[in-house]
Antibody, heavy 126, light 111 residues
Framework: EVQLVESGGGLVKPGGSLRLSCAAS????????MNWVRQAPGKGLEWVSS????????YYADSVKGRFTISRDNAKNSLYLQMNSLRAEDTAVYYC???????????????????WGQGTLVTVSS | QSALTQPASVSGSPGQSITISCTGT?????????VSWYQQHPGKAPKLMIY???KRPSGVSNRFSGSKSGNTASLTISGLQAEDEADYYC???????????FGTGTKVTVL
């Protein structure tokens, strides 16, 4: 069974840092791009970052560029999101999602996102 | 990059059909056949319902269908059922800087 499990969320003060992890199982992790998507409480989904299968291509939303760093360890089947200089507006549930490419030329994060993990809550508050 | 525009809510009676629109621009929806749709029940993770505008993953009911015309994509749910009550989000690749943009979300209510 394909599974993604996020961890590392919690309460952090403004200006602080947090590192999220996403453990993948049930598929060949090194063959797929991966993504982080977040959802603020009561709000919609927001794409955060994408990383290609070999980490050659990395992209960020403008709202997190310069503060967040996406990375992966294919040997450990794991995806990470290092979040620095956190702000109140970064409060959200953070989901990792596999990017699926149907073949040919695909965007760095895949043509669509499937599956998604259950999410981990990050709360930025003093 | 601005969010794609969806109606805040759509409702229908059991057995009816409803359509959710997703309006973007020529830089996202209009430029790529990479629109996907996600269903999200309260407290749950999003679930893929439609990919590449109109393709349905295995396991998703054929009551769900997608289409696109110009800068607007649409999700149609036919034979509405109580279990379809959820939030629905569209998503499109927006090119250039590897950006993806989600829709504002639509709450579907089964009357």
């Amino acid at each position: 069974e394909v599974q993604l499990v996020e961890s590392g969320g919690g309460l952090v003060k403004p200006g602080g840092s947090l590192r999220l992890s996403c453990a993948a199982s049930g598929f060949t992790f090194s063959s797929y791009s991966m993504n982080w998507v977040r959802q603020a409480p009561g709000k919609g989904l927001e794409w955060v970052s994408s990383i290609s299968s070999s980490s050659s291509y990395i992209y960020y939303a403008d709202s997190v560029k310069g503060r967040f760093t996406i990375s992966r360890d294919n040997a450990k089947n794991s995806l990470y999101l290092q979040m620095n200089s956190l702000r109140a507006e970064d409060t959200a549930v953070y989901y990792c999602a596999r990017g699926y490419c149907s073949g040919g030329s695909c965007p760095p994060g895949g043509n669509w996102f499937d599956p998604w993990g259950q999410g981990t809550l990050v709360t930025v508050s003093s | 990059q601005s969010a794609l525009t969806q109606p805040a809510s759509v409702s229908g009676s059991p057995g009816q059909s409803i359509t959710i629109s997703c309006t973007g621009t020529s830089s996202d929806v209009g430029s790529y056949n990479l629109v996907s749709w996600y269903q999200q029940h309260p407290g749950k993770a999003p679930k893929l319902m439609i990919y590449e505008v109109s393709k349905r993953p295995s396991g998703v009911s054929n009551r769900f269908s997608g289409s696109k015309s110009g800068n607007t994509a649409s999700l149609t749910i036919s034979g509405l059922q109580a279990e379809d009550e959820a939030d629905y989000y569209c998503c499109s690749y927006a090119g250039s800087r590897g950006v993806y943009v989600f829709g504002t979300g639509t709450k579907v209510t089964v009357l």
